[in-house]
């Protein structure tokens, strides 16, 4: 498979998704937060936003259903894991109250370097520094247990 056709599909992918996040104003933290602020002056603007990614998600999916392989790549990538813990569902809460205190989730922050602001680059910077600790703990390989016999 040619590295050509991927990479610039994932460069039209990317700049559509950026271009998506700061139309819909995903890329502004008052935005989001208001949307966020159900008690307050709540903004639904953003509901908007997400029944759209959701439509477009089940069109892609649906898509899939009907494709024996995809376009460029040798076979689809979807998530396997169908198990909710009780690590997911905390890295669940955690996302979204870090989402309600920032008004920044990943991909928004991500584009919004493109702005210059110190804050974004502040959120961006304590982004990786989680990833980081995350990557050094929680996927650190676990040592076996002591036998009785040792």
Avoid: I
Avoid at 55 to 69: D, E, N
Avoid at 108 to 135: Q, T, Y
């Amino acid at each position: 498979m040619r590295a050509a056709p991927r990479l610039l599909a994932a460069l039209a992918s990317g700049l559509l998704f950026g271009v998506g996040l700061a139309l819909s104003g995903m890329m502004n933290p008052r935005k989001v937060l208001g949307f966020l602020d159900l008690a307050g002056a709540w903004d639904p603007s953003l509901a908007f936003v997400l029944a759209g990614a959701v439509g477009v998600s089940a069109l892609g999916y649906a898509l899939k259903a009907r494709m024996a392989a995809p376009l460029l790549a040798p076979r689809f990538e979807v998530p396997a894991n169908r198990r909710v813990d009780a690590r997911l569902l905390g890295g669940a809460v955690l996302f979204g109250v870090g989402w309600g205190l920032a008004g920044f989730c990943p991909g928004p922050a991500l584009a919004g370097l493109a702005l210059g602001l110190p804050s974004v680059a502040v959120f961006v910077a304590a982004m990786l520094a989680g990833m980081l600790l995350h990557r050094l703990t929680a996927e650190r390989p676990r040592r076996p247990a002591l036998s009785a016999g040792c």
